[in-house]
């Protein structure tokens, strides 16, 4: 039942088009605020293993919400990071915009480097095609 978000490379970070379903609003016809949070964290997390390859962790999350989100329609979200303090912490934004390009929502996290074993695991997840493998997607397919 989730969004199934395909996030595509960009020169800075990703990008996706995501299209949530009625079954996602928290007011009739609005987007609940707490998934238009989870689609920002996610995409500020595909950003940093897309740029940098590292997998992380949310520490730290704000949110700035514009204007209410539709569902049902189609919505880009869109991050970037924005500096790397060291091999461990990383900063990163993300918007939510409407098919007119409007920002709807905008967000800033830091992320930390994942425990070396649970960074492992995610990794072989990750190359195991099992979350997100679609050719051009962040994530790196397995050759076999």
Same mark, same amino acid.
């Given at each position: 039942?989730?969004?199934?978000?395909q996030?595509?490379?960009?020169?800075?970070?990703?990008?996706?088009t995501?299209?949530?379903?009625?079954?996602?609003? /928290?007011?009739? /016809?609005?987007?609940?605020?707490? &998934? &238009?949070?989870?689609?920002?964290?996610? *995409?500020?997390?595909?950003?940093?293993y897309?740029?940098?390859?590292?997998?992380?962790?949310?520490?730290?999350?704000?949110?700035?919400?514009?204007?209410?989100?539709? &569902? !049902?329609?189609?919505?880009?979200?869109?991050?970037? &990071?924005? *500096?790397?303090?060291?091999?461990?912490?990383?900063?990163?934004?993300g918007?939510?915009?409407?098919?007119?390009?409007?920002?709807?929502?905008?967000? $800033? !996290?830091?992320?930390? *480097?994942?425990? =070396?074993?649970? =960074?492992?695991?995610?990794?072989?997840?990750?190359?195991? /095609?099992?979350? $997100? =493998?679609?050719? !051009?997607? *962040?994530?790196?397919?397995?050759? /076999?």
């Amino acid at each position: 039942m989730g969004l199934h978000i395909q996030f595509r490379r960009t020169p800075t970070g990703v990008e996706a088009t995501v299209r949530p379903q009625a079954h996602f609003q /928290g007011f009739s /016809g609005v987007l609940h605020g707490g &998934v &238009v949070c989870g689609l920002l964290d996610d *995409a500020m997390w595909w950003a940093i293993y897309a740029q940098r390859e590292v997998i992380t962790m949310t520490a730290d999350i704000s949110v700035r919400y514009k204007k209410p989100v539709p &569902v !049902g329609t189609d919505l880009r979200v869109e991050a970037s &990071v924005d *500096a790397a303090r060291n091999s461990r912490l990383f900063l990163a934004s993300g918007r939510l915009r409407d098919a007119a390009g409007e920002v709807l929502a905008e967000a $800033h !996290g830091k992320f930390l *480097a994942a425990p =070396a074993g649970l =960074a492992a695991t995610l990794t072989r997840e990750l190359a195991s /095609g099992a979350r $997100h =493998a679609e050719e !051009g997607s *962040a994530t790196p397919r397995s050759e /076999g």
